[in-house]
């Protein structure tokens, strides 16, 4: 492992406090490697051309095809401006759980912060936002140079936190967020996985570019705990007591059940889904993230 | 409840079996208890999971408490008496003193040698140098040393002293160090071998006893022993007495120190017959000798001596020089039989003399050899007690019982006057006294003369016309505790006979008459009877339809054959003999004193009656002895013991001691420590002294017992199937030091397996209850 790469480990990087410099130590080691930016040649101005239909507007018209070919064609463009991207990072009481080191909203929030600083280095618009059972912090999009201590700051100091309500909130993001961007949601999505789905998918018809990172515990994942345990639930009333090596099959198999029937149901929206494990380092995690996102693109 | 480990209390035993199956639970509860706290976001797959699995891990948790509970369950059954029955697990619980118990048999039967004349006395001792070795250099090792010949038999504690001696242990209870295995080993070494009997009951019962007293430790048993089918029989005790010690002893080890049955001839008895023994006349003896072999024994030369052992005046012992008897031979002997021989001898000098029997060498030769020692008087003497009427019975009695000499019978008559003097010594100087034509004695004369029978003198009395009646009722039959047991009726006048009715003497089955039953043409038969006595009517109806004689008297003759009409009454009186003869000697009421039959009549009658001055003929080595504390004895009894090849002869003062129907006796038993006296055979010298000079000194042949005579012994099988299950039975040269591991009982093998299951269904259930990755594609 390249020495820039040593450092983007979460166990390391948990070491630096302030968020900026290590969303900017995570992105340089990461852009170091072989990987480039898929937010690069956004600014493309002509996209397509479509048969008109009365009501166009005539200055659309392409008119050399019309002299050439006989027929009306209206050319349609991108938008001018730069790429908006919005980080949405999931600050409900789950997030709170931290098996081994680092939380789960530690990590999003770093992932967040890492991509923030992936999209200003492209002079592209990046926003944040945070969520439980409501709206807790928004940051609006900008492409300003100083605008990640921003974020940085804000997500360090989002405190306040309650379950999540994934009925409501995607709505509510999308009247914060009108404008059509890339969405990266990171959140544990422990939930009602159709609800859940079902809120992106309200994302997506806004004309959002949905990409969900899934953060979860290997605690979660692995469920290698010991002993008599007593399970208190992070985000309502009750426990659950039990020998968890006499649970575990069954518990493995609802969790892959579980994240099977979410991926699919994000993939069958049209979205990008990622896991990732909180124990797993950053710049591998944000490599094949945007590995996967660019071949999606490209499709 | 059964005897265990820990301790012998019910309570402690419950409490702790309670607290050990109490442990899984409380285990099970604490873990329970002992919960991590953690925070958990992913609960609903965690209930989901739980959901599907809640009675399955309900019931494997149940079944994991079960196993284990069952697993200490079958420990403590293994660990207490019940199943563990192996030293290591005692060891382990800290129960590690092993008790070595040797059971040494050294009774007479063990000195029956080999060809190669090696006894198993010898090979007992060899083995018990083994089981030394065995224990030798292990901690915790004690040992205890029993020999047979130590305990009183049976018979003797029933009827001897109510304080039977304890037993003695020759080592009880001794810590193997270096020093008391030495000691031991010397006295194995210097083992002696014992002639006297000795069986393995008492022996049980004894070291039963003392493996209860000590119940912290481990019991192991061996008996040594040639195991004879007399004592070890199937129908004997001693299964039970073995499964009875089985319970407390570890292990038991039955070690047969002779295991091949040899043939073996006894002499079981050598004794005078007859009661006369005076000199110059024969003295006839009877010698019985026993087959104890399983074959025929044929062509045995038994070889005859007697030599004198007193002075004369049997005031001195002395060794005089052996005179051969011509030998007896004896052309066969089935197995399991005896026969009886009659030899004569003669004594030409008063004083006492040792006759004795020797049969050839064969495997035990200590029963080969038998003695007796008889004492020649030069006359034994009678008193013929007349009364004044003078029917003249004496000079028929002086010549039938006198016979010029020729008898050896010294016959003296004297008046009723001399039983007036007290003359209690003097009349211990005759054997019989006779009693004729008496009507009445005052009661100091009928007091010495019970006292003369109850030391053993001989009395008869013939009835006849002068009899005072209510004298008779009142002194001499005194309702029947009086010198004669048979009350009287009559006189009555006997008629004629009759061409049909039988002789008037008609003589009885009884030995007294018994030989002149068998004569044709017997004289007896010419004998007439006037007139008679008769029992009373009330004895009469107790005879009536009786055959047979009553149960305390005997009848040699009766009166026409009735036998409520009987002519003599024999009876016993103490220690001597009566006769009531219902017939007058003078030929006053009868003709018989004319009759050639009255001299035999009157020889066996005077022998009979003089039987109870010889008792004690027959003593056997080990077995109490009884002497009768005469008058004007002094307070103690000198006893000196044979002089042998291994010890000196010892003297022995014995104490009298009162029996419980007044009186007193000497006692020869085994001591305060157990010691036994009378141990070897051989001649024992009896001195009573007397108040004044002088005393009188009796010597007494002393025999092997015979019951030790067989020597069958069973086979190794058949002492296995009688044992087999209560112990190991092993040949003396199969024995080793090395201590064998006993097999398993079957229950426990049954529980080792049982706790070998219930381990691998509690290792299953545990791998059940936890995670176990799958391992990667």
């Known amino acids: 492992m390249p020495d820039s790469k040593r450092f983007l480990h979460p166990d390391a990087l948990a070491r630096i406090s302030r968020l900026d410099l290590r969303a900017k130590q995570i992105v340089e080691g990461f852009l170091s490697g072989a990987h480039r930016s898929p937010f690069f040649g956004h600014s493309v101005e002509f996209l397509q051309h479509r048969e008109y239909v009365p009501g166009d507007d005539l200055r659309h018209v392409d008119w050399q095809v019309w002299a050439r070919q006989d027929r009306l064609v209206v050319k349609q463009f991108e938008e001018e401006t730069n790429l908006r991207c919005y980080l949405l990072v999931d600050s409900s009481r789950s997030m709170e759980y931290a098996g081994g080191g680092i939380s789960k909203f530690e990590y999003a929030s770093t992932l967040a912060a890492s991509l923030a600083w992936l999209v200003l280095q492209q002079h592209d618009a990046v926003g944040c936002l945070t969520f439980d059972d409501d709206i807790r912090e928004v940051i609006p999009a900008s492409a300003a140079a100083g605008h990640l201590p921003t974020i940085a700051d804000r997500l360090s100091r989002t405190t306040r936190r309650e379950a999540s309500r994934w009925d409501t909130i995607f709505a509510r993001v999308a009247e914060v967020f009108p404008r059509r961007g890339v969405m990266l949601v990171l959140s544990d999505f422990l939930g009602d996985d159709r609800q859940i789905v079902k809120g992106l998918r309200t994302l997506a018809e806004r004309g959002h570019e949905i990409a969900a990172l899934q953060v979860l515990d290997d605690d979660e994942l692995d469920f290698n705990l010991e002993g008599p345990t007593r399970f208190e639930d992070l985000e309502a009333e009750g426990f659950l007591a039990c020998n968890p090596r006499a649970l575990r099959d069954s518990y493995l198999a609802a969790v892959q059940e579980y994240l099977d029937r979410f991926r699919h149901g994000v993939a069958a929206a049209g979205m990008q889904y990622k896991l990732a494990r909180t124990s797993r380092n950053f710049g591998a995690v944000l490599a094949e993230f945007l590995t996967e996102w660019q071949a999606r693109i490209r499709r | 409840m059964p005897e265990n480990l820990f301790s012998n209390s019910p309570a402690v035993w419950i409490a702790l079996a309670a607290g050990l199956l109490a442990i899984p639970v409380l285990i099970h509860l604490i873990n329970r208890l002992r919960y991590r706290r953690v925070p958990w976001a992913a609960m609903e797959f965690l209930r989901i999971s739980q959901r599907k699995n809640r009675h399955r891990l309900w019931l494997k948790q149940l079944l994991l408490l079960l196993a284990r509970m069952a697993i200490l369950s079958v420990l403590l059954l293994m660990f207490s008496h019940l199943g563990c029955r192996d030293t290591s697990w005692t060891n382990l619980l800290g129960r590690g003193v092993t008790h070595h118990y040797l059971l040494l048999d050294d009774s007479l039967s063990m000195s029956a040698s080999d060809e190669a004349g090696t006894s198993g006395l010898e090979r007992a001792r060899q083995t018990a140098l083994k089981i030394l070795e065995r224990a030798q250099g292990k901690p915790g090792q004690l040992l205890s040393v029993l020999r047979w010949s130590q305990i009183p038999p049976p018979a003797e504690t029933a009827v001897g002293d109510s304080q039977a001696p304890p037993p003695q242990w020759n080592w009880q209870a001794q810590l193997l160090d270096r020093q008391t295995q030495d000691s031991i080993v010397k006295f194995l070494e210097s083992l002696p071998r014992s002639a006297l009997a000795a069986g393995p009951e008492p022996v049980a019962d004894i070291v039963e006893q003392a493996i209860r007293s000590r119940p912290d430790e481990t019991a192991i048993v061996y008996w040594l022993s040639d195991f004879r089918h007399e004592d070890w029989r199937s129908d004997h005790r001693m299964p039970r007495r073995l499964e009875s010690l089985r319970e407390v002893a570890q292990r038991i080890e039955l070690l047969r120190c002779d295991t091949v049955s040899r043939e073996n001839l006894a002499i079981r008895q050598l004794r005078p017959v007859g009661n006369v023994r005076a000199v110059q006349v024969p003295i006839p003896f009877s010698i019985t000798v026993d087959n104890f072999g399983q074959s025929s024994a044929r062509n045995i030369t038994v070889s005859l001596n007697q030599r004198p052992i ?404 069973p086979t190794a099988s058949l002492l296995t199937a009688r044992f087999g299950k209560q112990a190991q039975v092993l040949a003396w040269d199969e024995f080793h030091a090395a201590l064998e591991q006993v097999p398993a009982s079957p229950l426990t093998r049954v529980l080792l397996v049982l706790v070998g299951g219930l381990l691998l269904a509690e290792s299953a259930l545990v791998y059940l209850n936890s995670y176990h990755p799958r391992s990667s594609p």
């Open chain 2, 310 to 713: 007193s002075s004369p005046d049997g005031k001195q012992i002395v060794q005089g020089d052996r005179e051969p008897l011509p030998n007896l031979f004896i052309e066969e002997i089935p197995p399991g039989g005896s026969v009886t021989r009659i030899f004569n001898t003669a004594f030409a000098e008063p004083g006492s003399y040792l006759v004795r029997a020797e049969l050839p060498t064969d495997p035990l030769r200590e029963d080969n050899l038998r003695e007796a020692v008889v004492s020649a008087s030069p006359a034994r003497r009678v008193l013929v007690l007349e009364g004044p009427t003078g029917n003249a019975a004496a000079p028929f009695l002086e010549r039938a019982l006198g016979a010029k000499g020729l008898t050896g019978i010294a016959v003296e008559t004297r008046p009723l006057d001399y039983l007036r003097d007290p003359v209690d010594q003097s009349l211990e100087e005759y054997d019989v006294i006779l009693v004729s034509a008496v009507a009445s004695l005052d009661q100091a004369a009928v007091g010495r003369l019970e006292g003369f029978v109850e030391r053993g003198g001989g009395l008869a009395w013939f009835l006849g016309p002068e009899l005072d009646r209510a004298f008779f009722e009142q002194s001499l039959y005194r309702g029947g505790q009086g010198l004669f047991s048979v009350p009287l009726a009559g006189p009555v006048e006997i008629p004629s006979r009759g061409s049909e009715d039988p002789p008037d003497v008609v003589a009885s089955q009884h030995p007294l008459l018994a030989a002149l039953r068998s004569l044709r043409n017997s004289p007896l038969d010419l004998v007439q009877i006037k007139r008679v006595y008769v029992p009373a009517p009330e004895w009469r109806e107790s005879r009536e339809g009786s055959t047979e004689p009553a149960r305390d008297v005997d009848l040699p003759c009766t009166l026409r054959g009735d036998p409520r009409r009987p002519l003599i009454v024999l009876d016993r009186f103490g220690r001597g003999r009566t006769a009531l003869v219902m017939t007058t000697a003078a030929p006053t009421w009868n003709n018989w004193a004319r009759n050639p039959t009255f001299v035999v009549v009157a020889m066996l009658l005077q022998d009979h009656l003089a039987a109870g001055r010889y008792p004690d003929e027959d003593l056997i080595v080990g077995r109490a002895w009884r002497w009768p504390v005469h008058p004007g004895d002094s307070e103690t009894l000198l006893l000196q013991t044979p002089v042998t090849a291994e010890r000196p002869g010892e003297s022995v003062l014995l104490e009298p001691q009162s029996l419980e129907g007044g009186g007193a006796e000497f006692c020869l038993s085994r001591d305060v420590t157990g010691r036994c006296l009378n141990d070897e055979p051989g001649v024992y010298a009896v001195t009573v002294p007397a108040a004044g000079p002088g005393g009188r000194t009796t010597l007494h042949a002393v025999g092997v017992d015979c019951t030790e005579s067989s020597l069958e012994t």
